[in-house]
């Protein structure tokens, strides 16, 4: 049987109107109170969590998409790209009048101001604008940056930077994660801690920064509203997240 469940949160634990299904969370309880270990893995930090882990009485996850990985309350990975090169990130960004947002545990912080692709990217996320400082990165630990750019000049900074991986969860945004960078390597931090294999684990997720994660674990979930390079790399896909599509799944899997 296996014996820990990794949830992404947007688009799996959360509908599309950013609500946990009521059918979602009870699945999870029930899920514990069958044995399982719940966990979150998330490209949302912390500090835009806590009030779903609190809820669902979780304190096992991975954020930031691998950069930030508690287990049980204590930190037990983390991750970043190297202030140099963040650097050169921003520099690059600039000459292109292109915004970047830092990330650490508590808050996030943007390069600059009255940005509209900034705001329409964190408002789907139901984050405000945040505040502004552009060397934040310089005197903080930054676990995770996003940067703000269409998909059509994306080639520009793979091609600049080929040291970093960019990610892409919306129109207007990415994140930028260290060469190697994922949620599957906080999964395997957290397994090693607890003495399991990766065959041990189940992950739920729907976007592209679920394909590692998918790939890695013994049974990987696509939701049906998820997009297609997920599913294509899924060994089973639920319904729409909209559909109650993860207490489906978690049923036919006979985890409930």
């Known amino acids: 049987m296996k014996k820990i469940l990794f949830f992404d949160v947007d688009g799996t634990?959360?509908?599309?109107?950013?609500?946990?299904?009521?059918?979602?969370?009870?699945?999870l309880f029930e899920a514990r109170r069958n044995g399982y270990e719940l966990a979150i893995a998330t490209g949302r930090g912390p500090f835009m969590i806590q009030s779903l882990l609190e809820e669902l009485e979780?304190?096992?996850?991975?954020?930031?998409?691998?950069?930030?990985?508690?287990?049980?309350g204590e930190v037990v990975y983390t991750n970043g790209i190297e202030k140099d090169d963040l650097a050169k990130i921003i520099a690059?960004?600039?000459?292109?009048?292109?915004?970047?947002?830092?990330?650490?545990?508590?808050?996030?912080?943007?390069?600059?101001?009255?940005?509209?692709?900034?705001?329409?990217?964190?408002?789907?996320?139901?984050?405000?604008?945040?505040?502004?400082?552009?060397?934040?990165?310089?005197?903080?630990?930054?676990?995770?940056?996003?940067?703000?750019?269409?998909?059509?000049?994306?080639?520009?900074?793979?091609?600049?930077?080929?040291?970093?991986?960019?990610?892409?969860?919306?129109?207007?945004?990415?994140?930028?994660?260290?060469?190697?960078?994922?949620?599957?390597?906080?999964?395997?931090?957290?397994?090693?801690?607890?003495g399991l294999t990766l065959n041990d684990a189940v992950a739920f997720g729907d976007g592209l920064n679920d394909i590692e994660m998918l790939q890695a674990v013994g049974t990987g979930v696509a939701m049906g509203n998820g997009h297609e390079s997920v599913k294509a790399v899924a060994t089973h896909i639920a319904e729409h997240v909209d559909e109650d599509g993860l207490a489906k799944i978690m049923r036919q899997l006979n985890i409930i």
């Open 92 to 194: 690059f960004a600039e000459a292109r009048k292109e915004l970047l947002v830092f990330l650490d545990d508590k808050r996030m912080i943007a390069s600059g101001e009255n940005n509209a692709w900034v705001a329409e990217s964190l408002n789907t996320l139901n984050y405000p604008y945040p505040e502004i400082d552009s060397t934040y990165y310089m005197q903080n630990s930054v676990y995770q940056t996003l940067i703000f750019m269409e998909e059509k000049d994306e080639h520009l900074y793979r091609e600049a930077f080929p040291n970093v991986e960019f990610v892409r969860w919306h129109r207007y945004s990415c994140d930028i994660l260290p060469k190697g960078g994922s949620k599957a390597l906080g999964i395997e931090k957290i397994l090693d801690k607890i």
């Open 13 to 27: 634990l959360y509908n599309s109107e950013k609500i946990l299904p009521a059918s979602a969370k009870e699945a």
């Open 58 to 72: 979780i304190d096992t996850y991975i954020t930031f998409n691998g950069q930030y990985v508690v287990y049980k």
